[in-house]
């Protein structure tokens, strides 16, 4: 009989964690600060949830001793080895459930995120496929009852997007959308193509977390920032008025082009909130960039130029290369059913960041 027992990790630092998340807990001045106080409480509940897990295997492991002791003694050794039987099958499961808790909480977690969809290769059909995307997503959080708020976008003579960026708020939009940014291809036969020939087009989506004011700080001396007025389709009021707002940010180079409110004022703070964003996004990559050069440490790079999915309309097919994942529910997908497909990406991904944790233990 092969005795089930696990390599339990070193659960000290944890403990010592949980030890000063009770102190500042029991801290009334914590509770001033509403986002710390909840910040703290959440972490504390995750390592709770650890320790729970590793008491129980413990006390599982425990248990497979005491029955190894009374194997042969005959009154005791058939209850003894059914005992050992059964937890030999719970250890290992509770054991990956442990390590998968173990994971650290992505930091950008419950942030309201910033959707930008670019038309890409495919002239008026690739901004034809932008706005089939942004309906996707705006039909997505409409099944989630997230808040959707329009930040900027250019159409195009087709009647589709150049550009569209737009900010959704709701806890789980993070989590559910952080995959997403990279080259979407589409492959059909495009409404104004007489021979019934299939194309294939692109564009582009970039997935930023909301940057909050005090992880960026912009000096005024660093923006250019000029009004005019608002160009192509948007109503009298907005193209007789100089409320147009495109901002430079002269060290990096980033430009934001927001028109469209009315009021110049409204316009220059969304382009504010989208430039945070992008430096955000920006100080981010360079982090993990620096970090990780010799492993993959989620699923994609979160790359835009990287191409991760293609919608293929002939076949009712969408198909992510990143995981080798295939529905036949494009339609569905289209309509914003598109959970199955982040559920996958959500276990991939944390099966590599599982690999690289027990890979810098050994």
């Known amino acids: 009989m092969v005795w089930s027992m696990v390599d339990l990790p070193n659960i000290e630092p944890f403990l010592q964690r949980y030890n000063e998340l009770e102190s500042k807990l029991a801290d009334p001045s914590v509770f001033k600060d509403q986002e710390l106080a909840t910040k703290i409480s959440r972490e504390h509940s995750k390592i709770k949830v650890i320790l729970e897990q590793f008491e129980e295997i413990s006390i599982c492991q425990k248990a497979i001793e005491d029955a190894k002791e009374l194997i042969n003694e005959p009154e005791f ?14 250890i290992p499961s509770l054991h990956k459930t442990l390590l998968y808790s173990m994971l650290p909480e992505d930091p950008d977690l419950g942030r309201n995120t910033i959707i930008e969809i670019r038309a890409g290769a495919g002239g008026g ?16 959080a409409e099944n989630k009852n997230w808040n959707f708020e329009c930040m900027s976008q250019s159409t195009s003579e087709t009647g589709g997007f150049k550009e569209v960026i737009f900010l959704l708020k709701g806890q789980e939009v993070w989590s559910k959308l952080k995959f997403e940014s990279g080259v979407h291809r589409v492959q059909r036969v495009p409404v104004t193509e007489a021979s019934g020939r299939i194309h294939t087009s692109t564009a582009t989506v970039a997935v930023l977390p909301e940057a909050r004011d005090v992880e960026i700080k912009i000096d005024p001396s660093e923006l250019e920032i000029n009004v005019c007025r608002a160009s ?13 707002v495109q901002i430079l940010h002269k060290p990096t180079g980033l430009t934001v082009y927001c028109a469209d409110e009315r009021s110049q004022l409204k316009n220059k703070n969304k382009g504010m909130t989208v430039l945070k964003s992008r430096l955000l996004n920006l100080k981010q990559t360079e982090e993990r960039e620096k970090y990780a050069k010799e492993r993959r440490d989620q699923v994609g790079t979160g790359d835009r130029s990287e191409r991760i999915r293609t919608y293929n309309f002939p076949q009712s097919r969408i198909t992510d290369h990143r995981i080798n994942y295939t529905s036949h529910a494009l339609n569905e997908a289209l309509l914003g059913d598109l959970d199955h497909l982040f559920d996958a990406l959500s276990q991939e991904d944390q099966k590599i960041k599982l690999e690289n944790m027990l890979s810098e233990n050994e």
Not at 77 to 85: D, G, L, N, S, Y
Request: overall charge negative.
């Open 125 to 140: 059909e690739a901004s034809l496929f932008a706005s089939d995307l942004y309906r996707m997503y705006c039909k997505l």
């Open 77 to 90: 050794a058939e209850t003894a080895k059914e005992e050992i039987e059964k937890l030999e099958i719970k």
């Open 232 to 244: 192509g389709p948007g109503g009298q009021g907005v193209n007789t008025t100089d409320s147009a």
